[in-house]
């Protein structure tokens, strides 16, 4: 094989376009190195995609959007890299080939691709590692060593139980100082050094190790369905079935072949409680990736996971592109969920990118889930391009909670608006709490009040920049846009009409806890949404504090939704539980409704006591609804797929949604309009009549929308592709952006 001499290179500074350069004599170049590149008088990092021995063609400028396109230009001088900046690669060539699937599939430049691929930190080269004192117990101590006083001895027990630390860290968490600790050192008890010490979030948490639990016939069936089969598998097991414990024992028998293993979790908020599990089971092999961490932390376990120092990672969305070095495993738990749907470009689902990773690299791939989607329901249960395991039952013979279905348009008195609460929901939160037991409470909508509305002319008050009804948040007094971000405070008189009197309506996650307050002045009450979880770790405190029951209440949003384990919650209420079928642009409505309610419910009698769920709503007679609260999946996804079908609607077609934002509504309708008319000459592409997004107006831009439906989702891409000016890179005053399998469509 003849010596690489040529080197295509991506540099994150310049999107759309992948370099040539030269390797220099004797320098040892692999695919996937981060290097040094010159481009216009500047050095820039780039990382290595391809080698050669023949010059290729310099590529021709393209713009971001066109993907991994290599027009071809001949080199007037090719430059040389300036030097390999890590000999160890950043990429995989497995997932150099993964993210060339992703440029083409979701129509994105192949830089954007590979940004998504790496964290900000280690993209940036920020949060090098730093020095400091690590002490580690000598074990065992040698017996020539003096003898321990008794404050001394305890010290020393206690530095042992937690293998050491940080010099710091375990002055502050046992109370004593650094001299006392060197002392120990100076005794030959302990170690002290100076060394690089890496940041990880899970330092100074204490894990009870845990071993492999008796698995139930079910686990036990797909436990083997899923080591012996190579498509991917659908885990189908009901809320409590014990699909934790099947994940661990894959990861389990996977580390045993010399390979890795990354498990996916849709919201930050179940990530401690996930990974303070896998951490019990297999101890320092476990690393943490996620947006909430520090930059620190970030960059170190990034890098600790690309050395093979850790070969099970837990992480929401982006962690799918870990480096796991020999990956044999992907675990996408509650598959189902909208949380691995990226919202800004690139717009992948992680669930599809996990199941082509882990083609490309002959991994195996779980997606695990009570209410799967339709789309994965269909390929295990129809198409047969996935695999299906079944885990029916509950572990330990608990039940399913009970289901009480309240029809709120009779629990209110007549004339008045219906309560918060109706009186079943009251009577048994109160039994509830005299029990001892907890309880979680469900309101998918955050704040106060949604709208903020005139008492006199009825006019509620907007964002002067979005096309959105301000929420009236009560703790700070403010009316806050959920899109764009700003506040402002109530104003004194009504724009509209000088009216000074306003009135808050509707109700948000802050409403109900102050009626908690009046109806139930004892309980103690966690209230968990992006209000209050904004701070670094309030996710895990929150929820610690609930498991240690220093509260006897959970009142949250979807993030307490899915994933959660506490055996002390016999009771659940779902608060308003038709919210999300009243969304009348999105055909997914009636299958969220039943994933949220089913997800919500399942956190129920997970212990040995009982649950019982109470689901208030204004459509009780709804399919959704009905079958949700029998917990009756395969009744709905039958029906559900029998209109989609008849509809033509995914998951019998592909759907992507082109927006158009501009600040010219009236050119972004002839816009509309010209794309619609192109696409509409592509044969097999079924394009909608354009018009204004749900959302008209977001940040002082306006929106139009086209979905456009089709067998595939690439003959949609290249369709859009070729329409120019393309994606988000579009300069001038439309811009497009194209989300293939759209899941948002607001």
Known sequence: MDTPMYAQVAIEQVPGRLFTYAVPEGAEVRVGQSVTVPWRRVYHRGYVIALSAECPYVPKAAPEAQGDLFGEAPAPRIKAIERVEDPLPYFSEGTIRLLRWMAEYYDVGFTLALRSALPAPVREGRS????????????????????????????????????GGLLARLCEEFSTTAPTIRRLAKM???????????????????????KPLPLTASQAEALGVILREERPVLLFGVTGSGKTEVYMQAIAATLEEGRGAIVLVPEISLTPQTVSRFAARFGGQVALLHSALSDGERHDEWHRIRRGQARVVVGPRSAVFAPVRRLGLIIVDEEHDTGYKQDESPRYSARDVAVMRAHIEHARC????????????????????????????????????????????????????????????????????????????????????????????????????????????????????????????????????????????GVGTQRVEQALGKILPQARVIRMDADSTGRRHSHDELLSAFRAKEADILLGTQMIAKGLDFPNVTLVGILSADRSLNIAYDFRAAERTFQLIAQVSGRAGRGVLPGQVFVQTF???????????????????????????????????????LTLTGPDPAALE??????????????????????????????????????????????????????????ARTEGPVKALLDIDAVFLA
């Open 366 to 505: 779980v997606l695990g889930s009570a209410t799967p989607s339709l789309e994965s329901w269909r390929n295990a249960t129809e198409l047969g391009k996935y695999a299906l395991a079944r885990m029916p039952d509950r572990v330990g013979g608990a039940e399913l909670p009970s289901v009480t279905l309240i029809d709120l348009r009779e629990a209110g008195k007549p004339g008045e608006p219906s309560p918060i609460f109706s009186e079943p929901l009251i009577d048994a939160l109160k039994g509830c709490l005299a029990r001892g037991e907890q309880a979680i409470l469900f309101l998918n909508r955050r704040g106060y009040a949604p709208t903020y509305q005139c008492a006199a002319c009825g006019e509620p008050i907007t964002c002067e920049h979005c096309a959105a009804k301000l929420t009236y948040h009560a703790k700070d007094d403010t009316l806050r846009c959920h899109l764009c971000g700003r506040w402002r405070r109530p104003p004194a008189k009504c724009p509209t009409c000088g009216a000074p009197l306003f009135r808050p309506l």
């Open 619 to 657: 459509q009780p007679e709804h399919p959704a609804i009905r079958a949700a609260c029998a917990c009756d999946y395969e009744r709905f996804a039958a029906d559900e797929l029998a209109l989609r079908r008849a509809q033509g609607l995914p998951p019998f077609s592909r759907l992507a949604c």
């Open 188 to 210: 030959g008890y302990l170690t002290c050094e100076r060394k690089e010490a890496p940041r990880s979030p899970l330092a100074g948490r204490r894990v009870l190790p845990s």
């Open 128 to 163: 090098q590692a730093r020095e400091r004192y690590v002490v580690a117990p000598v074990l065992p101590p040698p017996p020539h060593l003096p003898p321990l006083s008794k404050r001394q001895k305890a010290l020393y027990e206690d530095i042992v139980r937690v293998d």
């Open 670 to 727: 002839r816009a509309a309009g010209e794309a619609a008319r192109a696409l509409a000459r592509t044969p097999g592409l079924e394009t909608l009549p354009p018009m204004p997004a749900p959302l008209e107006r977001k940040d002082d831009l306006w929106r139009w929308q086209l979905l456009i439906k089709a067998p595939s989702s690439l003959r949609i891409a290249r369709a859009c592709h070729a329409l120019r000016p393309p994606d």
